[in-house]
């Protein structure tokens, strides 16, 4: 069995077995250093000379090549032995291979290892709203495999690929962690998929046995500390009650204006704006509660009250999309955005979303707010300015039918297709 070269790794996490199993399927063998200590050995100047970031899973190969990330060591491996069948065997098919093993590593692996640190408090606090966010995302990409795998033996081709190792070897600490008995059930596909690779001959002893979580992983708050009670203080002398004796007039007055007087709280401009009659609250549990579509829905029902006299709609774009990269962290930003938008509430409503795909998005969406301005509602926000407004004419019908898309979540622009929205309300 030829050998790669040397994989400082943790064996037992998945990175670290999806690489393995690479090799292991396609006839190669990885050295692992004989000892290794994570958070020690990776620090120590001999490490960072090689691998500056000091990340693993990091691969030197025996003729010096040093390489660094766990997809593209697993490509490389795989690429190692082209007869293994685990890259595809045209174009298109290593095409859909790079898809499902994109999707696995953004949409299944990277919520898993953001609960997980939340879960056991590590690297960040505990937030309850994230959690239920990471789950909705793994379940969602969840749903797209398991009616793919219902007619497929395998993701791509009628053999194992590397996609398939790559999911089994998410999908197996999944089900340690997030995908409980509930959830198993009603994915059967998957969980065949993953006792199908993990137990093939050549990949048994690497991926191990695998333990089926009965109910997810929960967040458990630090007990707290149990003070002891002080013991109780004697009660101190009364002191003799002074004489009260009557104050003039002028007396009065004095000690009144002594008393500190709470300043009145200084009214919104937006306040003053003339009265509208369009309810924004009205229209929010109108959108909450019925379709946004159709006769009866959330547009008929804003048709019939909207006030252009003292509401404006408004396009809102983030100005760096070229930055964003995976779509959910994409979609964390808005929320972080409408987060601090808070102190506008009663003055807007808005709907925005992520359009397109990982590394290849746009964020984009509408607005309705108080009065002809956008800035006075939503400079509250401190990244206000990290996106471009534009009002919209409803009259017009390009921009009427991107505001109906925005709010019904099935918007598209130049080809990216709307794959995750926030309302603020």
Known sequence: MSS??????IPQQPNGKRIRAVAAFA???????????????????????????GKIPALEAADGFKLTETSAIARYVAGLAPNSTLLGSDLKEAALIDQWVSLTDSE????????NRLVNGRIVPYNKPIHTAMLEHQLR??????????????????????????????IQRCVELTFDAAVRAEHPSVIRHLE??????????????TTYVEKAV????????????????????????????PKKEEEDDEDDDLVPKEEPKPKNPLDFLPKSTFNLEDWKRAYSNKDTRGAGGSLEWFYENFDPA??????????????????FMSSNLIGGFFNRLEASRKYLFGSMGVLGHTNDSIITG??????????????????????????????????????????????????????????FK
């Open 4 to 9: 790669v070269g040397t994989l400082w790794t």
């Open 27 to 53: 006839g190669l063998s990885l050295e692992l250093p004989a000892h290794y200590t994570h958070f020690e050995d990776n620090k120590k100047p001999e490490f960072l000379s090689k691998f500056p970031l």
């Open 108 to 115: 299944i692996a990277a919520p898993g290892n953001i609960i």
């Open 141 to 170: 990409a969840l749903k797209v495999v398991e009616q793919h795998l219902a007619t497929h033996t395998f993701l791509v081709t009628e053999r194992i690929t590397l996609a398939d190792i790559t999911l089994a070897s998410v």
């Open 196 to 209: 199908t690779i993990v137990n093939q001959p050549k990949l048994k002893e690497i991926f191990g046995e």
């Open 218 to 245: 929960q967040y458990t708050p630090p007990a707290k500390e149990k003070k002891e009670p002080k013991p109780a203080a004697a009660p101190a002398p009364k002191a003799p009650k002074a004489e009260k004796k």
């Open 310 to 327: 003292g509401f404006s709609i408004w396009r809102v774009d983030f100005k760096y999309n070229n930055e964003l990269t995976q779509t």
């Open 366 to 423: 509408v607005v309705i707010l108080r009065g002809p301005d956008v800035k006075p509602v939503v400079e509250v926000a401190p990244d206000w300015e990290s996106y471009v407004y534009e009002p919209i004419d409803l009259k017009d019908e390009k921009q009427k039918a991107f505001f109906e898309s925005a709010l019904a979540w099935d918007l598209e622009v130049d080809g990216k297709k709307w794959v995750d929205g926030k309302n």
